[in-house]
């Protein structure tokens, strides 16, 4: 009876020894995963929220207007070799929720600019190196080219712009949202705006009144131009 109880007591030890191993095992497995997984893992983030996916494709109705594939933009020159706006597919999804909000106002988002490939950073380097305006890819890149950052204005239902503090690109004070140097209808429109894409979990910055941010920036790398 003594050797048989032995034997029974030495069974829960050997189950929570299992366990340990299995949970270190584990442990180290999610360890050496790619670290864009772990970010996944880490932030309840879907793995298709890295996808990248294009705008007018994914968010029906929406307008692209995208100047830097043209040479209507404050370089003069066309930066992209693609017309086509893209995002990550979990700010696209936060844009996409913008949008609805939006269009039961009688509005519509019409898209400056999205995803900026890391090699285009470099051209607008050349053409405006200017930190003021203009990030340093020697030292950094954008949200833009994370795919997590995008300018946008709004569009009424006869598809003209609403009035806005200035147009795009503007490096002037009125640009700013201080709003105290524009008229009252245009800073309406881009608190309007503002309101609306924060609610929809985007962050503004205060010297861009069109530029938005993925408020889940930190969880996406920049994404390299497959190209």
Not at 66 to 71: D, E, M, V
Request: glycine letters at 4%; a neutral charge; charged letters at 25%.
């Amino acid at each position: 009876m003594q050797a048989g109880n032995k034997r029974q007591r030495s069974r829960p030890c050997q189950s929570i020894i299992i366990v340990i191993l299995f949970i270190a095992a584990l442990s180290l497995a999610l360890y050496f995963l790619p670290s864009k997984e772990r970010v996944v893992r880490n932030t309840y983030l879907k793995a298709t929220a890295q996808d990248m996916v294009a705008l007018d494709e994914y968010i029906p109705g929406i307008i692209v207007d995208l100047r830097y594939a043209t040479a209507n933009n404050f370089t003069g020159a066309k930066i992209y070799d693609d017309n086509t706006a893209y995002l990550r597919r979990g700010t696209a999804e936060k844009l996409k929720a913008a949008q609805a909000d939006f269009a039961a106002g009688g509005y519509t988002i019409k898209v400056w600019d999205a995803y900026r490939p890391p090699a285009a950073q470099f051209k607008l380097w050349e053409k405006y190196p200017d930190t003021r305006f203009v990030i340093n890819p020697h030292q950094g890149f954008s949200y833009h080219s994370r795919g997590v950052a995008v300018d946008v204005t709004l569009v009424n239902k006869e598809g003209q712009e609403l009035p806005m503090p200035t147009g795009f690109d503007d490096f002037t004070a009125k640009a700013d949202r201080d709003f105290s140097d524009v008229s009252q209808e245009s800073a309406h429109n881009a608190l309007l705006l503002e309101q609306v894409m924060k609610k929809n979990g985007f962050d503004s910055i205060y010297y861009e009144w069109w530029h938005f941010i993925d408020s889940d920036k930190k969880n996406y790398p920049v994404w390299e131009d497959k190209e």
